[in-house]
C-alpha cells in the first residue's frame, strides 16, 4: 500500500511563504495525478492544486498565482509552494494520489 507523508507545515504571518512537501512510498508514484487539499476547522476539505502525471498543473481561483505545485518523480516527491499567505489559507494541508491520503500538515497564518 503506498504511504504519503506531509512536511513542511508551520506558523508564517500574513504575507509570508510556506513550502510543503509529500513523498510517497512504492514506484507507481510518476504514474498518477496528485493533488493538494486542506481543511480548515469546521469546512469540508478542498483541493488546492493539482498536477497530472506529465506536469499540468490547476488551481482553484481561492489560491491561483500564490500557489504552486510540482513534483519530482524522481525523489517520489511532490511540493506546494505558498506565497502571499493570508489567514483564510489557515488549515490542515492533505495530499492526496489514487485514493491515498497523507496525515496531514498544520498550516497557520496568523501575526
Known amino acids: 500500500q503506498v504511504q504519503l507523508v506531509e512536511s513542511g507545515g508551520g506558523l508564517v504571518q500574513p504575507g509570508g511563504s510556506l513550502r510543503l512537501s509529500c513523498t510517497a512510498s512504492?514506484?507507481?508514484?510518476?504514474?498518477?495525478?496528485l493533488g493538494w487539499y486542506r481543511q480548515a476547522p469546521g469546512k469540508g476539505r478542498e483541493l488546492v492544486a493539482r498536477?497530472?502525471?506529465?506536469?499540468?498543473?490547476s488551481y482553484p481561483d481561492s489560491v491561483k498565482g500564490r500557489f504552486t505545485i510540482s513534483r519530482d518523480n524522481a525523489k517520489n516527491t511532490a511540493y506546494l509552494q505558498m506565497n502571499s499567505l493570508k489567514p483564510e489559507d489557515t488549515a490542515v494541508y492533505y495530499c492526496?494520489?489514487?485514493?491515498?491520503w497523507g496525515q496531514g500538515t498544520q498550516v497557520t497564518v496568523s501575526s
Open positions: 512504492g514506484n507507481i508514484f510518476s504514474i498518477y495525478a
Open positions: 492526496h494520489q489514487n485514493g491515498n
Open positions: 498536477i497530472t502525471g506529465d506536469g499540468y498543473t
